[in-house]
């Protein structure tokens, strides 16, 4: 079978990471070739060889007739028609809110002939929101289970000390993120003499510059609170692995999210993991693994600039302005957090996370992938393209 | 242990004035302070001062218990663009520090709130020192009037409801990797990105001075060539205690891009006093 992958190939986007990793785990099966939206910029500290290999993938002769399937990831998502009408269209589709946009559901039932997302989450938004259920997989993203386990060599640049007691968050400011939960939380948690430490991991080259620095340096000063440590340089997977083994917990109060990669990653490093009570890390992480922050529905103007930023190509139509989020109790996260760091029965929790197989790594996703494109392939295309 | 910090400073037709008292503002917290004059005595502009050296030199000398203190003579004149003197000064004088963190504060700024800056401020942000610049607020004196009680009495620029204006940044800690490219914004800062705020205040002085000297002041600046057009200074100098309360949002000549709300009148004596109370409204 004859597979077109298009999406970006080179940065660290999670979009990214995961069309990188399907890309060179597919062609263990079936002839691969990639279209990419981006190009390889060195800055990334994306592997020599990895680099090579996606390189002869994007030269790669295409076939007279197109490919079998065109994967496409990424956003906005891509609407045109695929060249050749006998090509399948299959989407993998994150989505974090709860409501997708209209278009999606009208587009994909138009023309799409298969939909991936990574949870659950997201699958039962998608349904809701209209979309054929056979149409619609849940495909989780995977880990590399050689880079992210307990043996990384725990990272010690950035002022990182690895015997102090490091939470750690991954994510930028946007508001479905929780970092300001976070915040206020920490604050409130710890003080300047207590042993520990908020390591905070932004990526503004991709989500954009932001005040983040500047507001935490603020609180430490007018608070006297723990130290946190601000990262903003783009990490190797090594690195963040190192990032994971230095740190005990990985805390991410999140609203809204499409399934939480990192979560993933810090827990198979044996970071004990602070999760909302509901979300897509169902998906993969048991419920006795960590601990939970109470949410409770909080009614949220979905079109307004604090809670969702636009980007070109976003469309709501129909999306309606007013939905219900899983807003993390803060209370509650301040509970979780003084437990992470006082309690003396957490080290059944660090045991349970250490004893806890995560078993989503690219190799066992990408069998999944390849069942669903399997079964698509034998089957005929849609009606409407005759 | 703390990054050492070296401090660049400038010598020029204001340091009798104001050059001593603003080192002894930072000289404890500090490790070395390096100060630049022109070798021929004449400013950025091209014009030619004089100051009281032996006067300077002694008070300077009293100060450095420490031997803290180093003074660079060179041509700081060479260009015939006033602020590319600025910009080569500055950047000649950070070449001589022997630290990597440097704090840059002219003799006409005096730091308010020094001790909760250096010792409880900078060990937070030292992690992104070669990152990011540093900012501090200035808080501007801008006449000094006797009220009809023949008291001194300091018009400040403040806000409408009488606290301090503190609408202005300035940028004044770097590394020693950046260059300055407009007097103390540097390649990192100088576009917009990089600036962290501080709780740093400095009383700025850079107006509020005798007629004479503030003339010599703004003829003689980095961007001098900005404000000799303006109107500033002979709306200034009508300025008298009986007209003070008619000037309410007006610009701020060639030294800022904000726009002053209002000035009030505070006693000479008890203008730092106003700062450190209102400091919690700067950061």
């Not at chain 1, 690895?162 to 300001?180: E, H, M």
């Not at chain 1, 698509?376 to 295309?381: A, E, G, K, S």
């Not at chain 2, 070395?32 to 100051?51: A, H, V, Y």
């Not at chain 2, 010792?119 to 937070?124: H, K, M, R, T, V």
Request: charged share 25%; with cysteine; aromatic share 12%.
């Amino acid at each position: 079978m004859n597979i077109e992958i298009v999406g970006k190939f080179y940065d660290n986007h999670s979009l990214t990471i995961i069309n990188r990793n399907i890309a060179l785990e597919l062609t263990k099966y079936h002839n691969v070739f990639i279209t990419s939206l981006d190009s390889f910029d060195p800055t990334h500290g994306v592997e020599k060889n990895i680099v090579k290999t996606l390189k002869e993938l994007q030269g790669k002769e295409h076939p007279e007739n197109g490919p079998d399937i065109q994967l496409r990831h990424s956003y906005p998502p891509i609407w045109q028609w695929p060249v050749n009408e006998a090509t399948k269209v299959v989407y993998i589709q994150p989505w974090e809110y709860p409501k997708i946009p209209f278009e999606w559901q009208y587009k994909w039932e138009t023309f799409a002939d298969h939909v991936i997302v990574p949870s659950n989450y997201i699958r039962d938004v998608a349904v809701r929101g209209g979309i054929n259920p056979k149409k619609i997989t849940t495909v989780p993203n995977g880990y590399n289970e050689k880079v992210f386990n307990k043996e990384a060599k725990p990272l010690t640049r950035y002022g990182i000390n690895p015997d102090k007691f490091n939470f750690v968050y991954v994510g930028n400011s946007q508001w479905r993120k929780g970092l300001d939960l976070l915040i206020n939380a920490w604050h409130n948690c710890f003080k300047s003499y207590d042993n520990a430490r908020l390591i905070i991991k932004d990526s503004p080259q991709i989500y954009g510059k932001n005040s983040v620095l500047n507001e935490l340096i603020k609180m430490q000063y007018k608070t006297d609170c723990a130290k946190v440590l601000y990262i903003d340089d783009p990490l190797t997977d090594e690195e963040m692995a190192g990032l994971f083994t230095a740190s005990k917990v990985v805390v991410h109060p999140y609203r809204a999210e499409g399934f939480g990669m990192h979560i993933q990653e810090a827990a198979a490093c044996g970071c004990v993991p602070i999760l909302p009570d509901t979300g897509p890390h169902q998906d993969f992480i048991p419920d006795d693994v960590g601990r939970r922050i109470k949410t409770h529905p909080k009614h949220v103007d979905i079109t307004s600039g604090q809670i969702f930023a636009q980007k070109p190509g976003d469309s709501f139509t129909m999306m309606n302005s007013h939905t219900f989020m899983n807003e993390p109790d803060g209370q509650s996260l301040q509970k979780m957090l003084q437990w992470a760091y006082h309690s003396h029965d957490k080290k059944d929790y660090f045991e349970k996370v250490k004893n806890t197989t995560f078993p989503n790594t690219w190799e066992s996703v990408v069998q999944s992938y390849v069942k669903v494109l399997e079964d698509l392939h034998d089957t005929q295309p849609r009606a409407i393209r005759h | 242990m703390a990054k050492k910090k070296s401090v660049i400073s400038l010598i020029s037709y204001d340091a009798n004035r104001f050059l001593p008292n603003s080192i002894k503002r930072y000289y404890n917290y500090v490790d070395e302070i390096i100060l630049g004059i022109d070798k021929d005595r004449i400013t950025w502009s091209g014009n030619s001062f004089s100051i009281d050296e032996d006067a300077l030199w002694t008070e300077l000398s009293q100060i450095d218990g420490d031997g803290k203190i180093s003074i660079i003579e060179e041509d700081f004149h060479q260009s015939k663009v006033a602020i590319e003197n600025d910009n080569y000064e500055r950047n000649f004088l950070k070449e001589q520090c022997s630290h990597d963190w440097i704090f840059s504060f002219d003799a006409d700024e005096m730091l308010v709130n020094a001790k909760s800056f250096f010792y409880d401020f900078c060990p937070i942000v030292e992690p992104y020192m070669y990152k990011m610049d540093i900012c501090m607020t200035w808080a501007t004196p801008y006449k000094v009037l006797t009220d009809n009680d023949g008291n001194s009495q300091t018009l400040m620029i403040a806000n409408t409801d009488d606290t301090p204006f503190f609408g202005e940044n300035q940028g004044v800690v770097t590394s020693k990797d950046s260059t300055f490219t407009y007097a103390r914004w540097t390649d990192k800062s100088g576009a917009g990105g990089n600036r962290l705020m501080s709780p740093l205040v400095a009383l700025h002085w850079s107006l509020c001075r005798p007629e004479k000297e503030l003339h010599e002041k703004i003829h003689n600046i980095g961007h001098s060539d900005l404000v000799e057009k303006d109107p500033f200074y002979q709306i200034w100098s009508q300025v008298t205690w009986d007209n003070f309360h008619e000037l309410e949002n007006f610009k701020t000549s060639g030294l800022g891009e904000a726009q002053w709300p209002k000035v009030i009148p505070i006693p000479s004596s008890q203008v730092e006093e106003y700062l450190v109370q209102n400091l919690g409204r700067a950061y």
